[in-house]
């Protein structure tokens, strides 16, 4: 696996301690990561931790994203992840540290799974008889899980970018030039003149650095990848016909629609969890920057944008308190459940039953887990999920239904009406 393809190294060591929503449990693995650094013989420390912290940190987190890509991990723990670490980091000692953060993140995620716990004791159980660096982490996970404070930390891909191939250091992305990683390295990027692009940066670095031999083997590997380029997008002679383009421009009109729909979606939510929680909302966060931080990490996770803005906060207990709050209201993981019960598709249909959910909300009939009302947002998400049909856009559905009602209300008043007169039939009483 082509680490760049799922993992962009943060540059900065403030990256961990001060940007990320994790940033209070970053910064307690960084004072024991300090603590540990110089030889301590007498705790069979004898030598030197000397690779950066940086270096350990993006480890760390490139290591379980790649936990949360692969679907069983524990085939194959050592060779797939512990050597991939030391191999890395050219360092044992640095492996071992690199897995006992990974352990303490792991056990410190808010939305932990079967996956993670697993993996979680397998390093325990690897590292407790070993390792000289594991026990001294073990007390970081133990102390906030005693505390009752979890993080919402979300493990996903960010591949590097592309689009100036020239300023890359393909030396190290490569492992020196790896033919493998040289193949994997060309697919970065998502059509022939990009992968073109990279292929030329990739062999212009390799003659600056090697010197020349009319039999390197590079050079056979270099011409066949420019081939498999050519041969992966065939030329179309006809180009496209009028039918195409009109698809295409379709096909895209129907994208904007569903980005825009998604940003309104993004936004109630993030303005629902923004007025539950008292630490954020005191600390003036805005709407519209939760909505820039999500789109500069490309996320719709708000869990994970809250919490880089609690991170944020300068008063430490003002920080520990928004990241309890925003743990507490982490979804717990739960099986996907497959619904085989479908919306009747008629005309009104959807619209009348987004209207009954509606009332019964304002009413109170739906309660979250700990007894209090559960979000509107969560409880259309759930129906929609049970009815297999996309209720998301019930607040603007309700609207214009609204706005088209006559002045008696009667259409919108309509399904209720008639959900009246079936009980009193099902009472056997006239209506």
């Keep these: 696996m082509l680490r760049e393809k799922i993992y962009c190294d943060r540059k900065d060591l403030d990256d961990f301690l001060l940007l990320l929503p994790s940033a209070t449990l970053n910064k307690s693995i960084y004072d024991t990561l300090l603590a540990v650094r110089e030889p301590d013989p007498e705790h069979d420390r004898p030598h030197r931790l000397n690779v950066p912290a940086l270096q350990i940190f993006n480890e760390a987190y490139y290591q379980c994203i790649k936990l949360h890509i692969d679907k069983h991990p524990e085939e194959d723990i050592y060779n797939n992840y512990f050597i991939d670490a030391r191999e890395n980091l050219g360092s044992t000692i640095a492996a071992e540290v690199v897995f006992s953060i990974v352990f303490v993140l792991l056990s410190s995620m808010a939305s932990r799974t079967v996956k993670t716990e697993n993996f979680a004791q397998i390093i325990r159980e690897r590292l407790t008889p070993k390792s000289a660096y594991f026990g001294l982490f073990v007390p970081i996970a133990e102390h906030f899980n005693s505390i009752g404070l979890a ?51 990739i062999e212009t670095q390799y003659k600056l650095s090697h010197p020349f031999n009319e039999n390197d083997i590079h050079d056979q590997s270099f011409a066949s990848l420019r081939d498999a380029i050519v041969a992966r997008f065939p030329k179309d002679a006809q180009g496209f016909k009028k039918e195409d383009c009109l698809a295409i421009n379709t096909s895209l009109i129907a994208q904007k629609e569903e980005v825009e729909k998604a940003f309104a979606d993004l936004s109630r939510k993030y303005r629902d969890l923004l007025t539950d929680n008292q630490e954020l909302k005191k600390n003036q966060f805005t709407i519209d920057a939760l909505l820039q931080i999500a789109y500069e990490r490309k996320t719709r996770d708000i869990y994970l944008v809250l919490g880089i803005f609690a991170a944020g906060i300068s008063d430490l207990p003002s920080r520990v308190k928004a990241e309890q709050e925003i743990a507490d209201n982490t979804p717990e993981p739960v099986e996907p459940y497959t619904s085989d019960i479908y919306l009747n598709p008629e005309k009104g249909m959807k619209l009348d039953m987004e209207r009954i959910i509606n009332v019964a909300w304002k009413l109170g009939f739906f309660v979250d887990s700990k007894n209090k009302p559960a979000k509107k947002y969560k409880v259309f998400h759930a129906f929609g999920s049970f009815l297999n049909s996309d209720l998301s856009n019930y607040e603007s559905s309700l609207s214009e239904g609204r706005s088209r009602a006559n002045s008696d209300c009667d259409n919108e008043l309509a399904i209720f009406n008639a959900m009246l007169n079936k009980q009193k039939e099902i009472n056997g009483l006239s209506s």
Aim: glycine share 4%; aromatic share 8%.
């Design 151 to 201: 993080f919402p930390l979300t493990f996903i891909p960010e591949p590097i970018d592309v689009k100036l191939p020239g300023k890359l250091n393909w030396a190290s992305i490569t492992h020196d030039y790896n033919p493998q990683l040289v193949a994997e390295a060309v697919l970065l990027a998502p059509n022939e003149d990009g992968q073109h692009a990279i292929l030329d940066a």
